[in-house]
């Protein structure tokens, strides 16, 4: 018979029981905090450009936390609408024209318009597939995001020296928010069956919430196997 194991003393306890509940705890206090942020952020922004007889904090003595962004998000969206219909589109052209011809604005606004335009156009197949790649040297394996394939001169200089490369984001830990672009040869990327959210949590926990092996690859039922000995057979 094995001896029962000897109870925790009462410091030991009360440290787990605040361990535990800090692990329930601070996830859902961060989350609350940064989307509260994020809504005064926006409220701060859209509000002093409403008119006061279209503000329902004119008529009532409290404030509405969210009018702002919920304002924010139909202009947005109307925005959207008109610019795909010929006036819209003329506006828009308008608009670039004139941001264009202006400089020092017109670097900024050129970079970031491709920036988004390559993001939400692409956004089934950028950013969403893990790899792994050899780095910072042979043996030692990094995490990253497969973007997109090399484009353009890059792509074309690519070519030229007999390489077919990737671009990839190298996330930091434990902020992967700034990192690094890296064009690494497909033959070189060991693709992962993770999501990129599994990823995402490996790199900013620092390996310390993985997701469970295996859970993702799909299920291979039984009838599929004796359907294919069949075949065979056949």
Same mark, same amino acid.
């Given at each position: 018979?094995?001896?029962?194991?000897?109870?925790?003393?009462?410091?030991?306890?009360?440290?787990?029981?605040? &361990?535990?509940?800090?692990?329930?705890?601070?996830p859902?206090?961060?989350?609350?905090?940064? =989307?509260?942020?994020?809504?005064?952020?926006?409220?701060?922004?859209?509000?002093?450009?409403?008119p006061?007889?279209?503000?329902?904090?004119?008529?009532?003595?409290?404030?509405?936390?969210?009018? @702002?962004?919920?304002? *924010?998000?139909?202009?947005?969206?109307?925005?959207?609408?008109?610019?795909?219909?010929?006036?819209?589109?003329s506006? #828009?052209?308008?608009?670039d024209?004139?941001?264009?011809?202006?400089?020092?604005?017109? =670097?900024?606004?050129?970079?970031?318009?491709?920036?988004?335009? =390559?993001?939400?156009?692409?956004?089934?197949?950028?950013?969403?597939?893990?790899?792994?790649?050899?780095?910072?040297?042979? @043996?030692?394996?990094?995490?990253?995001? #497969?973007?997109?394939?090399?484009?353009?001169?890059?792509?074309?200089?690519?070519?030229?020296m @007999?390489?077919?490369?990737? *671009?990839?984001? &190298?996330?930091? =830990?434990?902020?992967?928010?700034?990192?690094?672009?890296?064009?690494?040869?497909? /033959?070189?990327? #060991?693709?992962?069956?993770?999501?990129? /959210?599994?990823?995402?949590? &490996?790199?900013?926990? #620092?390996?310390?919430?993985?997701?469970?092996? @295996? *859970?993702?690859?799909?299920?291979?039922?039984? /009838?599929?196997?004796?359907?294919?000995?069949?075949?065979?057979?056949?």
């Open positions: 018979m094995t001896e029962p194991l000897p109870r925790p003393s009462l410091p030991t306890r009360l440290r787990n029981n605040f &361990l535990t509940g800090l692990v329930i705890c601070a859902i206090a961060i989350t609350i905090w940064l =989307t509260w942020t994020f809504i005064h952020w926006a409220d701060s922004w859209v509000k002093p450009y409403i006061a007889r279209y503000n329902p904090e004119s008529y009532l003595q409290f404030a509405i936390p969210g009018f @702002g962004l919920l304002i *924010a998000l139909v202009l947005i969206t109307l925005i959207g609408f008109l610019g795909k219909n010929l006036i819209g589109r506006i #828009v052209e308008f608009g024209g004139l941001f264009n011809r202006t400089p020092l604005v017109r =670097t900024v606004h050129k970079s970031l318009k491709q920036i988004f335009e =390559t993001v939400l156009k692409d956004k089934g197949t950028s950013f969403n597939k893990a790899a792994m790649i050899e780095y910072p040297s042979a @043996g030692l394996w990094s995490i990253v995001f #497969v973007a997109t394939d090399a484009r353009g001169e890059i792509a074309t200089k690519f070519r030229s @007999g390489k077919d490369m990737v *671009a990839c984001f &190298l996330p930091p =830990t434990p902020f992967p928010t700034a990192g690094w672009l890296v064009y690494i040869p497909r /033959e070189k990327i #060991v693709p992962l069956d993770m999501s990129a /959210e599994d990823a995402a949590k &490996l790199v900013i926990s #620092v390996g310390l919430v993985t997701p469970p092996e @295996g *859970a993702l690859l799909p299920a291979v039922k039984p /009838e599929s196997k004796t359907k294919s000995k069949d075949r065979k057979k056949g």
